[in-house]
């Protein structure tokens, strides 16, 4: 069983709220898009090492990153490799590769 947006919304706040300093020079939008049955979408937001988390559409997102939310849920858990989703084809990237490259600092 997989969560709902609110809760993965819920768990990236508290990981970020748990390690603040792994968020030192990361400065951006991350769109995420999950498909699929638990699917949907969500936001967070970096700036001044603080980050907000919402869900819906950014504005105007520096990076959207889509995969199913099952595989989100592996990501989520540390069981999949944002580089190995990636270069598998369950993670697809648009945008600041750079800035998505600090994408699992975010995560965990």
């Known amino acids: 069983m997989w969560m709902a947006i609110a809760e993965w919304v819920?768990?990236?706040r508290a990981n970020i709220a748990q390690h603040p300093e792994k968020l030192s020079?990361?400065?951006g939008t991350f769109q995420f898009i999950l498909t699929g049955e638990e699917g949907g979408a969500f936001y967070a937001?970096?700036?001044g090492g603080?980050?907000?988390v919402a869900e819906g559409q950014a504005p105007d997102p520096s990076v959207t990153i889509t995969m199913s939310a099952e595989d989100f849920g592996e990501l989520m858990a540390g069981r999949l490799n944002p580089m190995t989703a990636f270069m598998s084809g369950r993670l697809k990237l648009q945008g600041d590769i750079g800035l998505a490259l600090r994408l699992q600092?975010?995560?965990?």
């Open 45 to 47: 937001q970096a700036a």
């Open 50 to 52: 603080r980050v907000e």
């Open 10 to 12: 819920e768990t990236l």
């Open 105 to 108: 600092s975010l995560l965990g």
């Open 25 to 27: 020079g990361v400065e």
